[in-house]
């Protein structure tokens, strides 16, 4: 059974910095790329950040600069941090894992992110 666990949202405030992890479970991680998405309240979910098995990485223009994805092959983990939060960030982060080649695509429950003051 494959899970993706995320952790490390919560509140912040402007400016600040949170971590995210996802761990996952029940998949051959090191073959997986692996992404972050967020959906804020009425919008669209959208990519944030993806990292391939080779390890390239890919950013949203809105983030680009201030977040950084990076994984662990050995804990099975990627990781999101994200510094210099804006409120316009808020939202949920969704962890997720896509193998094209034999069309598997996973995603976690999600974890919130609120920035406020």
């Known amino acids: 059974q494959v899970q993706l666990k995320e952790s490390g949202g919560g509140l912040v405030q402007p400016g600040g910095s949170l971590r995210l992890s996802c761990a996952a479970s029940?998949?051959?991680?090191?073959?997986?790329?692996m992404g972050w998405y967020r959906q804020a309240p009425g919008k669209q979910r959208e990519l944030v950040a993806s990292?391939?098995?080779?390890?390239?990485?890919n950013y949203a223009d809105s983030v680009k600069g201030r977040y950084d994805i990076s994984r662990d092959n050995a804990k099975n983990t990627v990781f999101l941090q994200m510094d210099r939060l804006k409120p316009e960030d808020t939202a949920v982060y969704y962890c997720?894992?896509?193998?094209?080649?034999?069309?598997?695509?996973?995603w976690g429950q999600g974890t919130q992110v609120a920035v406020s003051s």
């Open positions: 990292i391939t098995t080779g390890g390239t990485t």
């Open positions: 997720n894992a896509k193998r094209t080649l034999v069309s598997h695509d996973y």
């Open positions: 029940g998949i051959i991680f090191s073959r997986y790329t």
